[in-house]
């Protein structure tokens, strides 16, 4: 069950592959898609293992990932 | 299920309309994220100052979401003692420099400003090289680095790399120097303690704090981000530790 999901801005990535290198989960993987700039991107490839760490964010140079949380629904906003 | 944001962009970067001018595997935007965590957790947005030197890392003050100012290549220093003598101690003056600015044309305002006891922070990324111009000879360069003006490396004859860090704190008025780097999810979250630290100490009025942060330069190393990343690790930490080298909580 993934306890996260990451979102990846493909505008802003600019092909390092640091997201890919530190993922412990293998979740994330460098595709042969390329963006307007000629450099590949990443895909989620593995959404279920997901843990919502944060690595991949903490170490994108360029912020192009955001992650969210799995969280139970408040009971305010669940009505 | 509800979604909740974990990580990502600081709630202080500003969203550009133009693509992020970093190269790929450039860590400037790494530092410059942090920088924007660091100063939103201390909750000083209203009142920080960037002074930002001239280099790569010159788009900070786009970049940043607080007042900034780009000011002329390696004053960075005097212009951040003047502010910081204007606008008073309530204010957080930050200078954001790189290794050419704050060490080569920059020497002299870096060291005085550390020597006068300035309350100000210098945030000082060390790529070892000039990234800007093309990757020339920089005073961080290790020996045996090939730069365009150093075709068959640098050697004895071209002297030997500056660890700033630890010099700037053999002065009497620094209260606090220290160096990262962003080669993992651990030295990331170091880098940003010393960079909070580092503001702490210019908001307790202790004195001039200064924090040198290595980055990658895989355009002008000529490698890959990842390879660039690993020779960090390999080559240069072992030439410039990372750590706290001085750490006061008052200048008798």
């Given at each position: 069950?993934?306890?996260?999901?990451?979102?990846?801005?493909?505008?802003?990535?600019?092909?390092?592959?640091?997201?890919?290198?530190?993922?412990?989960?293998?979740?994330?993987?460098?595709?042969?898609?390329?963006?307007?700039?000629?450099?590949?991107?990443?895909?989620?490839?593995?959404?279920?293992?997901?843990?919502?760490?944060?690595?991949?964010?903490?170490?994108?140079?360029?912020?192009?990932?955001?992650?969210?949380?799995?969280?139970?629904?408040?009971?305010?906003?669940?009505? | 299920?509800?979604?909740?944001?974990?990580?990502?962009?600081?709630?202080?970067?500003?969203?550009?309309?133009?693509?992020?001018?970093?190269?790929?595997?450039?860590?400037?935007?790494?530092?410059?994220?942090?920088?924007?965590?660091?100063?939103?957790?201390?909750?000083?947005?209203?009142?920080?100052?960037?002074?930002?030197?001239?280099g790569c890392y010159t788009m900070?003050?786009?970049?940043?979401?607080?007042?900034?100012?780009?000011?002329?290549?390696?004053r960075a220093c005097d212009i951040?003692?003047?502010?910081?003598?204007?606008?008073?101690?309530?204010?957080?003056?930050?200078?954001?420099?790189?290794?050419?600015?704050?060490?080569?044309?920059?020497?002299?305002?870096?060291?005085?400003?550390?020597?006068?006891?300035?309350?100000?922070?210098?945030?000082?990324?060390?790529?070892?090289?000039?990234?800007?111009?093309?990757?020339?000879?920089?005073?961080?360069?290790?020996?045996?680095?090939?730069?365009?003006?150093?075709?068959?490396?640098?050697?004895?004859?071209?002297?030997?790399?500056?660890?700033?860090?630890?010099?700037?704190?053999?002065?009497?008025?620094?209260?606090?120097?220290?160096?990262?780097?962003?080669?993992?999810?651990?030295?990331?979250?170091?880098?940003?303690?010393?960079?909070?630290?580092?503001?702490?100490?210019?908001?307790?009025?202790?004195?001039?704090?200064?924090?040198?942060?290595?980055?990658?330069?895989?355009?002008?190393?000529?490698?890959?981000?990842?390879?660039?990343?690993?020779?960090?690790?390999?080559?240069?930490?072992?030439?410039?530790?990372?750590?706290?080298?001085?750490?006061?909580?008052?200048?008798?």
């Amino acid at each position: 069950m993934a306890k996260g999901v990451i979102e990846i801005k493909e505008n802003r990535c600019r092909g390092c592959g640091f997201c890919e290198m530190f993922c412990k989960k293998g979740c994330i993987e460098m595709s042969t898609r390329v963006s307007n700039l000629g450099l590949p991107l990443p895909d989620f490839i593995n959404p279920d293992d997901c843990s919502a760490c944060g690595m991949c964010a903490w170490m994108c140079p360029h912020t192009a990932i955001e992650i969210y949380e799995y969280v139970e629904a408040s009971p305010a906003t669940a009505l | 299920m509800e979604k909740k944001w974990i990580a990502g962009t600081p709630r202080l970067w500003r969203d550009i309309p133009v693509i992020i001018p970093f190269c790929p595997g450039c860590q400037h935007g790494t530092a410059v994220k942090a920088l924007c965590e660091v100063i939103d957790e201390l909750g000083m947005e209203k009142n920080s100052v960037l002074v930002v030197g001239i280099g790569c890392y010159t788009m900070a003050s786009i970049l940043v979401d607080v007042d900034s100012a780009m000011i002329a290549h390696g004053r960075a220093c005097d212009i951040a003692s003047a502010m910081k003598r204007i606008v008073g101690k309530d204010t957080m003056v930050i200078t954001w420099q790189g290794d050419g600015d704050a060490l080569a044309i920059g020497c002299e305002p870096t060291i005085h400003a550390a020597a006068r006891s300035e309350k100000i922070t210098t945030f000082m990324i060390n790529n070892g090289n000039y990234g800007t111009t093309g990757g020339q000879l920089a005073p961080t360069t290790p020996l045996g680095q090939v730069t365009t003006t150093t075709p068959f490396g640098r050697n004895q004859d071209q002297g030997y790399p500056i660890q700033a860090a630890e010099f700037i704190g053999s002065l009497k008025g620094v209260a606090y120097t220290a160096r990262g780097a962003f080669t993992s999810p651990a030295n990331y979250q170091k880098t940003k303690k010393y960079m909070k630290k580092a503001l702490e100490k210019q908001r307790d009025g202790v004195g001039y704090s200064f924090v040198e942060i290595l980055s990658t330069c895989p355009a002008n190393w000529h490698m890959s981000p990842l390879d660039s990343l690993k020779r960090v690790e390999e080559e240069v930490i072992p030439l410039f530790p990372l750590g706290e080298f001085k750490d006061v909580d008052k200048i008798e």
